[in-house]
């Protein structure tokens, strides 16, 4: 495990090197994900790597846990609250679309929800410009095949160095680096709602897509929820598509 972490550690400081950029920065949630990713940051750029924690109408209990993952990987943070920033846009749209009996409220929970992860995505953004760094993604190998993330969101990152390990290495790389352990045995939430878990909203477990991925057998009805969020997602690990050249 030590070579593979060196492996991704010095992967991620040669993309650094060969973009120009001086560090790394990183959203850390209070999961595991992005607790193992601070502290590959921290390692490759030990004077150049950032945290940034965003609550968004968060559970607070995430911001403690995030708290506890920078000051244990020791790595430099900022905190910025994008709650009013997301409470101002949300209730503008949805005031306007109101107007003109237009508000989708079906489709309410998940376009805010993204909304929040997209929030991210422009703040972490707006970071790496002023410190010239890269901003780095957490997805792991299972959601990157479900897609189990917002297009533009959190997908919306400089590089992916967890997208090769499943879940449950993930939290093996993190016990190892030293990520605390209530932060490794959490349920993986995307917080983006009260109450939301992976396993719920995906209607699978990261037992059942791990061993998929590791080529084990997993029951027929697995197997095909696995196959059906793949092919779905197909559109978010690509470019948009353009129309071929008119002739
Ligand atoms: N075939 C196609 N070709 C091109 N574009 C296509 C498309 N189908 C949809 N689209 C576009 O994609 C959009 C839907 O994709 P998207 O906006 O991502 O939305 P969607 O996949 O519906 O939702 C994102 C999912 O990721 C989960 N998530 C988000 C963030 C973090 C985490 C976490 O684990 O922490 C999890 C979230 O809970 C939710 O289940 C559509 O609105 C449409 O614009
Ligand atoms: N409150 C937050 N502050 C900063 N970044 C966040 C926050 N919430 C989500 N993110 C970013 O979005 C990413 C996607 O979240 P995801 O839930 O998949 O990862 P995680 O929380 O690190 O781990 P887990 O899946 O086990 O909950 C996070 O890894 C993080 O980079
Ligand atoms: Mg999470």
Same mark, same amino acid.
């Given at each position: 495990m030590d070579k593979k972490i060196e492996f991704t550690v010095d992967w991620l400081k040669a993309l650094a090197k060969n973009a120009g950029a001086t560090g790394l920065l990183v959203g850390v949630s209070g999961g595991v994900d992005s607790a193992l990713t601070a502290f590959l940051i921290k390692k490759a750029f030990?004077?150049?790597?950032?945290?940034?924690?965003?609550?968004? +109408?968060?559970? /607070?209990?995430? *911001?403690?846990?995030?708290? @506890? =993952?920078?000051?244990?990987?020791?790595?430099?943070?900022?905190?910025? +609250?994008?709650? /009013?920033?997301? *409470?101002?846009?949300?209730? @503008? =749209?949805?005031?306007?679309?109101?107007?003109?009996?237009?508000?989708?409220?079906?489709?309410?929970?998940?376009?805010?929800?993204?909304?929040?992860?997209?929030?991210?995505?422009?703040?972490?953004?707006?970071?790496?410009?002023?410190?010239n760094y890269l901003v780095v993604g957490t997805d792991n190998a299972a959601e990157w095949h479900l897609g189990y993330f917002t297009k533009y969101g959190d997908g919306g990152v400089d590089c992916v160095p967890l997208a090769n390990l499943t879940k449950g290495e993930v939290r093996r790389w993190a016990a190892y680096v030293g990520v605390p352990e209530h932060i490794i045995n959490k349920a993986p939430t995307a917080g983006l709602w009260p109450g939301q878990t992976d396993e719920e909203e995906m209607g699978i477990t990261y037992e059942m897509v791990d061993r998929y991925l590791e080529g084990k057998e997993i029951p027929e009805k697995d197997r095909q929820i696995i196959e059906r969020l793949h092919k779905r997602s197909a559109h978010k690990r690509q470019m948009p598509p353009k129309p071929p050249v008119f002739k």
């Open positions: 030990p004077d150049h790597s950032l945290g940034v924690i965003l609550p968004c +109408d968060s559970n /607070p209990q995430d *911001r403690e846990d995030a708290l @506890t =993952v920078v000051k244990a990987a020791k790595l430099k943070h900022v905190e910025i +609250d994008l709650t /009013p920033t997301f *409470r101002t846009l949300s209730q @503008t =749209v949805r005031q306007e679309l109101e107007n003109q009996d237009e508000w989708n409220g079906e489709k309410e929970r998940l376009s805010l929800a993204n909304l929040k992860a997209r929030l991210r995505m422009s703040t972490l953004y707006l970071l790496a410009q002023n410190y």
